[in-house]
C-alpha cells in the first residue's frame, strides 16, 4: 500500500516538473520595434525598424506573420524600406484599415500587414536577429503609438512582443 502512494506521488511530481519546465523553457519568435527618435515633434520623420529573433536562435522556422498596427491622424506612413526578402509572402507590406478592429484598439485604423513563410521550415536562414522592414511615417501629433500583433507564428512557438510598442 505504501509503495503503491509512493509510485503515485512520483508520478504527479514528474507531471508537474514536465509541466513547469514547458512553462520554463517556451521557445518563442520575438518582435522588437526600434525607432531612430524618441521624444518626436510635430513634422519630424518617424522611422521604426521591425526586427526579429528567435529565443533559442534557430533560424530554420516556417516563418510569421504580423500587423503593425497606428492612428492614421497622428503619423502619415510614407513607405516601407529594407523588407527582408527571403521568405516574403508579398513584395513589401501591404497598408490596410483596420475595419475589424483585429488589435482590440480603438484608437487604431491603419495596419501594415507582412507574412514571411517556407515551405521546407528553413526562415528566415539569416543570423538573429535580424531586420524584418523599416518603416517610415511622419508625425502629425505627438501622444500616439505603434503596435504589433502576430496573427501566423511557427508551431511550437509562442510569439514576445514585450518590445513591439513605439511610442511618439
Known amino acids: ?18 509541466f513547469v519546465a514547458s512553462i520554463t523553457y517556451a521557445k518563442e519568435q520575438i518582435i522588437n520595434l526600434k525607432s531612430n527618435i524618441q521624444n518626436g515633434e510635430q513634422g519630424e520623420v518617424l522611422i521604426v525598424s ?29 513607405g516601407v524600406e529594407k523588407c527582408l526578402e527571403k521568405g516574403v509572402i508579398s513584395q513589401k507590406p501591404i497598408l490596410l ?3 475589424k478592429n483585429v488589435d482590440n484598439d480603438s484608437t487604431t485604423d491603419k495596419m501594415l500587414q507582412a507574412s514571411w513563410a517556407s515551405l521546407d521550415g528553413n526562415w528566415p536562414d539569416v543570423v538573429l536577429d535580424t531586420l524584418l522592414f523599416n518603416m517610415k511615417f511622419k508625425i502629425i501629433k505627438k501622444g500616439g503609438i505603434i ?11 509562442n510569439v514576445d512582443l514585450k518590445n513591439a510598442v513605439i511610442t511618439y
Not at 500500500?1 to 514536465?18: C, E, P, Q, R, V
Not at 528567435?54 to 503593425?68: C, F, H, Q
Not at 503596435?147 to 512557438?157: H, I, L, P, R, S
Open 50 to 78: 521591425a526586427r526579429y529573433d528567435v529565443s533559442d536562435k534557430d533560424n530554420t522556422l516556417s516563418g510569421i506573420a504580423l500587423r503593425i498596427h497606428y492612428n492614421s491622424s497622428s503619423i502619415e506612413f510614407l
Open 97 to 99: 484599415t483596420d475595419t
Open 147 to 157: 503596435k504589433t500583433t502576430v496573427f501566423e507564428k511557427a508551431a511550437g512557438y
Open 1 to 18: 500500500m505504501k509503495s503503491n502512494i509512493f509510485y503515485k506521488l512520483l508520478i504527479i511530481i514528474a507531471i508537474f516538473t514536465f
